[in-house]
């Protein structure tokens, strides 16, 4: 399969170590758009990216969106009670529904290659490889940097980046997706993206 070619993004700050065992109640991802009417808050949809996988697909305008596929979670760990405040580190979750409704609880981690400077998001099951991520005061999502190496010497800073975009991507299958672009103030090499934010709405 074609996704074997990907190397996990930045595996040191994987979130793999940490148990994320306290979940916030549903959202979805809404895209918004200041110069694309058309994909400007429209929801998030998981769609099939292989066996157990899923993608971040282009989904319809709200309120138009159903629950399955669409619904998603901020698991956060037990230190957290709130897991639907704003500005705590926490992967983001999604039940997989598969045969006889059994539900696997999946997470997203984020696929790239030493090609592209566009990154896709993708679910896989479990937490092996999840990606820490956060929301913040306005419910946007954002991945923290915590030092500047665009200077020299390098400077720790906290940064809040989200460089979010959807683009056509190719992860297994062409679809329309959720993507991010790696690098700071750097433009994506994939001509189909267009920039983009992404707030949780709660269902
Ligand atoms: C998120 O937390 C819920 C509640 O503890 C748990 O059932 C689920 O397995 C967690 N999701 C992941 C991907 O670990
Ligand atoms: C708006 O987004 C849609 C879906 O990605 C795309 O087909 C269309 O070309 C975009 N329109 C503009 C003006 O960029
Ligand atoms: C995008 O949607 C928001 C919320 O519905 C709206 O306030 C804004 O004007 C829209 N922008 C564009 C470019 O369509
Ligand atoms: C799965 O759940 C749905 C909705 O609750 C139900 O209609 C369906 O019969 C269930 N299917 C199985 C195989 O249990």
């Given at each position: 399969m074609r996704s074997t070619i990907f190397v996990p993004v930045l595996a040191t700050l994987?979130?793999?170590?940490?148990?994320?065992t306290t979940r916030s109640p549903d959202f979805h991802l809404v895209v918004f758009s200041t110069t694309n009417e058309t994909i400007n808050n429209t929801a998030l949809v998981a769609c099939h990216e292989g066996a157990a996988i899923e993608g971040f697909c282009r989904g319809p305008k709200l309120p138009d969106t159903s629950g399955y596929g669409t619904n998603f979670y901020f698991n956060t760990s037990s230190?957290?009670?709130?897991?639907?405040?704003?500005?705590i580190p926490g992967i983001l979750s999604y039940d997989l529904v598969i045969a006889d409704n059994q539900t696997v609880p999946s997470s997203m981690n984020v696929a790239s290659t030493l090609v592209s400077n566009v990154a896709v998001p993708v679910i896989y099951p479990g937490t092996s490889s999840a990606y820490e991520v956060y929301f913040d005061e306005a419910d946007e999502l954002y991945v923290l940097s915590w030092?500047?190496?665009?200077?020299?010497?390098?400077v720790g800073k906290e940064e809040r980046l989200k460089q979010w975009y959807i683009c056509t991507t190719y992860y297994s299958y062409t679809y329309v997706t959720l993507a991010w672009v790696i690098g700071k103030g750097v433009n994506p090499q994939n001509p189909t993206c267009q920039k983009v934010t992404v707030k949780r709405v709660w269902v």
């Open positions: 994987a979130a793999a170590q940490s148990q994320y230190e957290n009670t709130v897991p639907g405040a704003a500005n030092r500047d190496d665009t200077v020299d010497p390098a």
